[in-house]
């Protein structure tokens, strides 16, 4: 889920929309991952999603990098166009994969802008007309969410279509966008029946049962136990930007100072990148030492990812 800033909008008119899903199924396809649900309203954008072998900060760190670049310049604007980072929620594929497409696909609907499943059928900016019509996006899953419907097509358009426009009176779910408890415990009256007992798991970055939870929360607890003792630092930040800095004869005083010229460049890259990798500092960390911002030390990161110094 992604917000405009100060709930502001984020598309002006349906070439924005248009060149954000563009760039979105780009992004998509080069991290292999897969795009289950989405729907593009006036000030957020809500998207269900696969991660691949990337993670999920390899698709939607581009798409809303270029897309807030684009529309700034479009748009004669400067600053900030969206509310912070996108949130990002880890879902249960069983039981909320459809339970969230259908919820995701009816946003249109519950906002008002459109009224009832014919005229959703029609609207351009959700994945719902794809995975009812002919247009089939390699980025879609159309096949994989249409086979959890039928074995066939047809049929599984029909079921799928029938299970959307059954969701048109839940209206708002809090259950799947609330916080914590209530999501893991799949409702709000199962809840108020353990409310005070120390009984389940529940976390608000993860939408599941309890046991999934806290399967999650052990494993991200283990490989950050993993990362901490591969990354016990051997140096400092300094020492890296002295090291960097003699051998490709820069001066620190140049590259602290935003210098732009091909060779700080590229010893900004390659600090930034070994600053990231060796001793784990965060992008902001990073950039606080190299004196730019972050955005500048995550783009010198993958520029040196890529080879380009």
């Not at 408890?181 to 353990?194: A, D």
């Not at 806290?214 to 591969?230: F, G, N």
Request: hydrophobic share 35%.
């Amino acid at each position: 889920m992604v917000r405009g800033l100060n709930r502001g909008y984020i598309f002006a008119d349906d070439q924005d929309r248009r060149g954000f899903l563009d760039k979105l199924a780009e992004t998509t396809l080069a991290g292999k991952a897969s795009i289950y649900a989405f729907a593009l309203m006036d000030n957020h954008v809500h998207i269900l999603i696969r991660s691949g072998d990337g993670g999920l900060s390899a698709v939607m760190r581009k798409a809303l990098t270029w897309y807030a670049i684009y529309f700034n310049r479009r748009h004669n604007r400067t600053g900030h166009l969206f509310e912070n980072r996108y949130k990002s929620i880890l879902c249960e594929e069983d039981p909320y994969l459809l339970a969230l497409v259908r919820y995701i696909h009816l946003n249109p609907v519950r906002a008002g802008i459109v009224t009832d499943i014919e005229s959703l059928d029609r609207y351009p900016w959700s994945g719902h007309r794809m995975l009812i019509g002919n247009d089939r996006p390699p980025w879609l899953g159309t096949d994989f969410i249409l086979g959890q419907f039928a074995a066939t097509r047809k049929k599984a358009v029909t079921s799928y279509r029938r299970f959307v426009e059954e969701g048109i009176t839940m209206g708002h779910r809090p259950e799947l966008v609330g916080g914590g408890l209530s999501r893991s415990l799949s409702g709000w009256s199962q809840v108020v029946s353990v409310r005070g007992k120390d009984t389940q798991k529940g976390d608000e970055r993860v939408l599941g049962s309890s046991e999934f939870v806290l399967a999650v929360l052990t494993e991200a607890e283990d490989r950050q136990r993993r990362q901490l003792k591969v990354r016990t630092p051997t140096k400092s930040i300094n020492q890296i930007i002295e090291e960097e800095c003699a051998e490709r004869r820069v001066p620190q005083e140049e590259l602290k100072n935003g210098g732009r010229r091909a060779k700080v460049s590229a010893a900004r890259g390659s600090i930034a990148y070994r600053a990231v990798t060796e001793i784990g500092l965060s992008a902001a960390e990073a950039a606080r030492h190299l004196g730019v911002t972050t955005s500048t030390v995550t783009r010198a990161v993958e520029r040196f990812e890529k080879g380009i110094t």
